[in-house]
């Protein structure tokens, strides 16, 4: 099962900003939380997470507990060329993800 | 009549004229409470002084749960041959951990617009601020009324 999913236009004109939304799938875990035994559940959350066009990274979050559980994030970015758009992000368990999508200058 | 509607309009005009000479400093003084009330966003600014201008924090007034309250930060362009941004920092109030989110554009974008859903630990005043790439910083604030709070077993 895929752990994110990234949506940018078919077509973005050249030059202009574009917008970018990403969800992935996380618990976002506050460490505030117990579990049925009483026992702290740690803090577990994507730490950070970058964004990269044609390998230039061009957005990237740091993130806490304060964000909510399977974060969402939408932006702009600016098109250049046609090419990639690729995410990653760990987790304060150091578990890596990435997805990456088209992106078609026209 | 004439005078009669001579009377109102000075009345009104006065009581407008005091209230728009009042709001900026009214303004002020919100805005350097919110600094004061929350002690990331302090430490953080170091004494620098933000302008509450050029820049909207969408958040409901009235969230009726705090595990996900949908977030939108704006700052208005055109930014093309001056300064862009480049930092956009989230400062909570109440959360246990006040610095929510920080969002970096290394590239210059021409709209910049951030939108997410957060956590809020109670009802508080969260704080955006964004760095330039001059190093000015504008910074905007929005209150939020929460029913049930994000930590409830964390309090």
């Known amino acids: 099962m895929p752990d994110a999913r990234i949506n940018v236009p078919a077509e973005v004109p050249r030059g202009k900003p574009f917008e970018v939304r990403l969800l992935i799938r996380h618990p976002m875990e506050t460490g505030y939380r117990t579990d049925d035994t009483g026992k702290q559940i740690p803090r577990n959350v994507i730490a950070t997470l970058t964004c990269r066009y044609n390998g230039e990274t061009v957005f990237s979050a740091r993130m806490s507990p304060g ?40 | 009549m004439s005078i009669a509607n001579h009377r109102i309009s000075r009345r009104r005009a006065l009581r407008t004229g005091g209230v728009l000479a009042l709001a900026p400093w009214l303004a002020a003084r919100a805005d350097e ?11 953080f600014l170091a004494g620098r002084k933000p302008r509450w201008e050029r820049m909207r924090l969408d958040l409901p007034g009235l969230a009726d749960n705090g595990q996900a309250v949908p977030m939108k930060i704006v700052v208005d362009g055109p930014f093309a041959p001056g300064p ?23 590239v210059a974008v021409e709209r910049v617009e951030v939108e997410s859903r957060i956590r809020l630990a109670g009802t508080q005043r969260i704080v955006a601020v964004a760095t330039m790439s001059d190093d000015a910083l504008f910074a905007a604030g929005a209150d939020v009324v929460v029913t049930v709070d994000a930590c409830m077993d964390g309090t």
């Open chain 1, 67 to 106: 964000i909510a559980a399977n974060p969402y994030l939408r932006f702009f970015v600016t098109a250049r060329e046609s090419g990639e758009l690729a995410f990653e992000w760990v987790d304060d368990r150091g578990v890596r993800g990435s997805e990456h999508a088209a992106v078609t200058v026209v």
């Open chain 2, 33 to 43: 409470r919110d600094i004061a009330n929350i002690p990331a966003l302090a430490a």
């Open chain 2, 84 to 106: 862009y941004v480049k930092v956009i920092r989230l400062f909570s109030q109440r959360n246990p951990v006040p610095e929510m989110a920080t969002f970096e554009f290394p």
